[in-house]
């Protein structure tokens, strides 16, 4: 039990290990649909085949690389908003309380759910899309700034006072440096949760995109073509999260590693 | 020098000592650990201690001279690199209800109330709710805690606190103790309290303990033999035999030139390490 | 304590009445169509009508029934596997490189997957639950349990308990305000997921009432199931609170 203790800090980082697990995943993916013969479920080397011919579509292809220029814009646009909130409400009361309660409202609200309003409102066009992306991504990061925000060393922020600086300079150059492992791990699982709305928000409005590849697959029995594009949103993102995390590591390597919960939900 | 005025031959150490059996036998023990950035760092050289039945011994020494890892080991938590312990004739292999731990951070159950933690080695061996709660009453009763079986851990003070420790400990009634330095996070007025109710204590049960400190005060009233420990690697120094009359009194040992004498020369051998005094 | 929790809380009505209040405002000075947005008086009028109608509150109930089955199923598995993995070497070092993969794959994306496999029916809305859930609750659970205090444990062992009933009597305890952190979270995943599941294919639920008002254009109807749904969130959110206080009695004090 000491030894898992110790290694707690350890855990879950980049490295070989993962590469056997996602062997060993796929392995077992092999032999599982080698053993269901009910047909729904073709095995890994058929779909690993089936790649190509999704990535070499002209039409597929963009359609994606689409999907993702709407991901990371929306979540550049949810982490500007985000933040400056997220600081806000850490270090005011009353910002904290004024916006806590909309935000444990919109909790359970899956984001992608909105599509169907916000295209009455904004057309079935980009901006619908975006809009849920941000939504998506956005409640993770303000959560985690608020958090890092609030754990500022009280004393610290005397001392810049006592140092003459204002408000608005304290919140810039004292409160996000000394927030930003918290606000880094926000901003990670909000990368994740901006792929999952952008996915889910397309299954549900169905014009273009990954997810409306996957589902027109689905209602086409392209059975081959529907693990394919499994395999293609979920090396996203495990792609997003492993860049995401040595990003991370790279700009706050002098703090501890803060345990983040991953939590992934669209 | 400091040595000289320990062993005086007009106190020849109490018969009683000689004669007895040893309850904890240290024989060769070392302990290495693996280093982050590899290689390996030896945290105890070879030591060789025996504890004889109903004895008090201290282990003294400054931070980082291994006395907690040689604690843990004897209590069979941290598994020795080399040589081996053995507690009343069987070699240790695993922690056991006849060896009881008392940490410095308490390591009560929070989900548990004070009663819930007493009982819960009585409970462990067996006994009935009922029968473990009658004991546990007793022993809070020696500790003084009689008022607050229903309270969480988080709702005392850190001198209550240890108290209820070391009333869980003995509930199950080991034949040693081992204490971490156990008064080590309260503050001076509760500890100098905590170190008088102990003595009343062991002076009722004579059980054995092993007792980690680096309060040189505390070891000289506590103890029987205070055993002095250095570091890098840590090792025996040196084994003082404490030779004053018990039942000890504070007040009368303040003044006692030998009682003195005992605390100057310990904190000498501890405050002027050999390799440093080399170097 | 009480008095500032209450001023809080009282403050915390303002943003949500003046958001309603905009909203009526809007609609009253006649800047949306009927049609785009509807008054939050028909809005809420029309929720508190369906809580009376038993077809609504069966398609509630096929929508919990679904979020319990899922959230129990992963509840049981993260905390299994997440107490196994912090307490055995082996099955830590097998499960953290798993986890460590399988945790940022948008889970959403397998539905199609276990459309295929398990059908149209619960039994893939459920699975699909189970997958989103478990891993907050897993790793929330390897966590605590990997940094509960080892002289806990010591002290349980020198009392005479074996390492394997320490794993239940100690380090499942000790892990509890992990857990229950990790469950807070399971849980809106799980509101959130089975009501996509629904949206995407299904006859009953919530997440069907909000596609098939949609489908129609019956803007008030798409309003119902989202603000129920966020109720129904709240509401799981506030039992698990009270749960967790009575069972977190003795730990220390966190928000």
Sequence with gaps: MTAAATRAGAALRPGLPPLLACLGLLACWQALAHLLTTGGMPDAVATFRELPAILGDQEALGDILD???????????????????????????????????????????????????????????????????????????????????????????????????????????????????????????????????????????????????????????????????????????????????????????????????????? | MAQAALIDPSHPPEQSTAPRPAAVEIAGVTKTFQRRTGGTHLALAPIDLAVADGEFVSILGPSGCGKSTLLYIVGGFVPPSTGAVTVGGRPVTGPGPDRGPVFQEFALFPWKTVLGNVAYGPRQAGASKADAETKARGLLARVGLSAYETFYPKELSGGMKQRVAIARTLAYDPAILLMDEPFGALDAHTRLKLQNDLL?????????????????????????????MSRQPGRIKEIVPVDLPRPRHRDELLLDARYQRYVIDIERLIEDPPEEAGA | MIRAWRSDALVGILPLAALVALWWGIVAAGLAPRALLPSPVAVFGRTLASVADPAFLLHAWATLSRLFAGFLVALVLGVGLGLAGATNRFVGGVLR???????PVPKIALYPAFVLSLGFGDASKIVL?????????????????????????????????????????????????????????GLVVACIVVFLAEMITSTDGLGYLLVRAARSFQTVEMFVPLIAISALGLALNGALA???RRLLAGFPNED
């Design chain 1, 67 to 266: 999907s993702l220029r709407r991901m990371a814009l929306g979540f550049a646009i949810a982490v500007a908003l985000s933040v400056p909130l997220g600081l806000a409400m850490g270090r005011s009361r009353l910002v904290a309380s004024l916006v806590n309660p909309l935000l444990m409202v919109s909790y359970p609200v899956p984001k992608a759910a909105l599509m169907p309003i916000i295209m009455l409102w904004l057309g079935v066009g980009d901006a619908s899309k975006l809009l849920v992306i941000v939504l998506g991504a956005s409640l993770p990061v303000i959560y985690h700034a608020y958090q890092g925000a609030r754990a500022v060393e009280e004393k610290m922020i005397w001392s810049a006072r006592a140092m003459g600086m204002s408000g608005a300079s304290r919140l810039l150059r004292i409160v996000l440096p000394a927030a930003l492992p918290e606000i880094l791990v926000g901003c990670r699982t909000g990368i994740v949760l901006s792929l999952i709305t952008m996915v889910t928000s397309e299954m549900i409005a169905r014009q273009t995109g990954a997810g409306n590849i996957l589902f027109n697959a689905l209602d086409m029995a392209q059975y081959e073509t529907v693990y394919a594009m499994i395999l293609v949103i979920g090396a996203l993102g495990i792609v997003l999260d492993v860049a995401f995390e040595r990003a991370r590591a790279a700009l706050v390597g002098w703090s501890d590693e803060p345990d983040a919960i991953g939590v992934t939900a669209a």
């Design chain 2, 200 to 228: 009343a204590l062991w002076e009722r049960d004579r059980k054995t303990v092993l007792f980690v400190t680096h309060a040189v005060d505390e070891a000289v009233y506590l103890s029987d033999r205070i055993v002095v």
């Design chain 3, 97 to 103: 490189p798993v986890v460590r993969i399988l945790a």
């Design chain 3, 129 to 185: 639950v189970v997958a989103d859930a478990l891993f907050p609750i897993l790793l929330a659970t390897y966590q605590g349990a990997a940094r509960v205090e080892p002289k806990l444990v010591w002290s349980a062992l020198a009392a005479g308990t074996s390492r394997r009933a320490a794993v239940w009597t100690v380090v499942l305890p000790a892990t509890l305000p992990s857990i229950l952190t990790g469950s807070r979270i």
């Design chain 3, 242 to 244: 009270a749960l967790r």
